[in-house]
């Protein structure tokens, strides 16, 4: 009787330690998920930030090309007077 108690014993404590042990891995894996999600996230936003940059920045190259083809044209212009 009681190596039969004891067997239910050790059966009770291996059940419930591999429990804590697969809610502790489900956990986790949730956390990492979570984690991952979250660094694709800012990944994206990073990217559509630098892509806007990207953008203001060829709208300025492009004013200022215009800026220096009307200056030269104006220099020219009173170069031919």
Sequence with gaps: MRDSLSKSVQM??????KSIERSAQHEAQRTEQKAKGELERQKLQNEKE???A?????ELQAVAAAVESTGQAKAEAQVIR
């Design 12 to 17: 009770a404590i291996e059940i419930s330690t």
């Design 50 to 52: 630098a892509e806007e």
């Design 54 to 58: 990207r953008k203001e920045l060829l």
